[in-house]
């Protein structure tokens, strides 16, 4: 019975009223923390957030565009010096050990490459999270400075 309410629970975690009642549910707790200041507290974290807010908006399209174009270039320069080591390599190689050889390096390669681009994903996400977690800040703190 335990297991099967454990089921339950986690099928229906991405059901939209369950994820409604977690987000009134956090936005409640959110809110309660700043109910209680006063004006200038209140306005001293708006500041604080919107400085922090804005910053990383700005890191994160600077980062994101040099990210973006440091695998590019990493890649076309590595996609250019592995097929040369390969073309040498093949020269010197019988026939049998050419295609071990090719697939083994196409599969470091792309594996490679799989885990960079994964690597690189997981951080935009998680910036991005946190850049939306400042946003509701903010809308909560202008809210209770109206």
Do not use: G, P
């Amino acid at each position: 019975m335990f297991m099967r309410e454990k089921i339950k629970k986690r099928l229906l975690y991405f059901k939209k009223s369950e994820v409604d009642k977690r987000e009134l549910s956090a936005y409640i707790k959110e809110k309660s923390e700043f109910v209680n200041l006063s004006k200038d507290e209140l306005q001293s974290k708006y500041v604080n957030t919107k400085v922090k807010f804005e910053h990383k908006k700005r890191v994160m399209n600077m980062l994101s565009i040099t990210l973006f174009i440091s695998v590019l270039t990493v890649l076309f320069t590595t996609s250019k010096n592995v097929i040369n080591n390969y073309v040498s390599l093949l020269n010197q190689v019988s026939y049998q050990n050419k295609e071990v050889l090719y697939t083994a390096t196409l599969y470091v390669y792309f594996t490679l490459c799989f885990i960079i681009l994964i690597s690189a994903v997981i951080w935009i996400v998680n910036v991005l999270s946190d850049i939306k977690k400042l946003q509701r800040r903010l809308l909560i703190i202008e809210n209770e400075l109206e």
